[in-house]
């Protein structure tokens, strides 16, 4: 059964702190990928990355770095957390190639005060 | 550039009724793929259904199925014999293909759909 997990379900940090985001999945997909929700704005893609060790960015990737040094694990990283990064993070996954669904994990709900 | 347009941002249906969850898209290119996710409060995304472009049929998975207007450029889902389950926000979502080793999403605003007893 396809899995994708992520290291909390809730996190409260302080602004100016680094905060780190994990993402692991156990279904030996290629390509992961970090977004956002926010309400009434839908998911915004950050950060993906296709190999390990490759990364992209998304389409809002200010403020956020990324690190994947094995296939099975991706990493969200807010280097100095602000408040305007309280969001929903929702980490994903899939095959490589042209085809394929994205698989989600239950999400990580960040507060930043 | 990518878009996809879901004009309903509530649906009420009751329950054992089906229930149509509109959604269009704008794209240039001939090859993309059209996906459906649900996400019930808990917060996670969960796959439904996916239809391809040049896919001749409308995708049926269970009691979900596409409704794919390819001229139109919709691409509804149908959820057929409603439960109360399925109570969550839905969100549609296109990638255009081919890629080059990544697949990136363009998701809707969402609708969130509400059964009733």
């Known amino acids: 059964d396809v899995k994708v997990t992520q290291s909390s379900r809730y996190l409260v940090k302080r602004t100016g702190e680094k905060v780190f985001l994990e993402c692991v999945q156990d279904m030996d997909h290629e390509n992961m990928f970090w977004y956002r929700q926010d309400p009434g704005l839908g998911l915004r893609l950050i950060y993906f990355?296709?190999?390990?060790?490759?990364?992209e960015k998304g389409d809002i990737p200010e403020g956020y770095s990324v690190s994947r040094e094995k296939k099975e694990r991706f990493s969200l990283i807010l280097e100095s957390a602000s408040t305007n990064q309280t969001s929903m993070y929702l980490c994903?996954?899939?095959?490589?190639?042209?085809?394929?669904?994205?698989?989600f994990g239950p999400g990580t709900r960040l507060l930043v005060l | 550039a990518q878009k996809i347009t879901q004009t309903q941002p509530g649906m009420f249906v009751q329950e054992k009724e089906a229930v149509t969850l509109d959604c269009t898209y704008d794209t240039s290119d001939p090859s993309y793929g059209l996906f459906w996710y649900k996400q019930p409060s808990s917060g996670e995304m969960i796959f439904l259904i996916y239809q391809g472009s040049y896919d001749q049929q409308n995708a049926t998975e269970g009691r979900y199925s596409l409704n794919f207007q390819k001229a139109r450029k919709s691409a509804n889902l149908v959820i057929s014999a409603s439960q109360l389950g399925d109570s969550a926000m839905y969100f549609c979502a296109m990638r255009e293909l081919p890629g080059i080793g990544f697949q990136k999403l363009v998701f809707g605003t969402g609708t969130r759909l509400l059964v009733s007893p």
């Open positions: 994903a996954s899939s095959l490589g190639g042209g085809a394929g669904a994205q698989y």
């Open positions: 990355s296709y190999d390990v060790k490759m990364k």
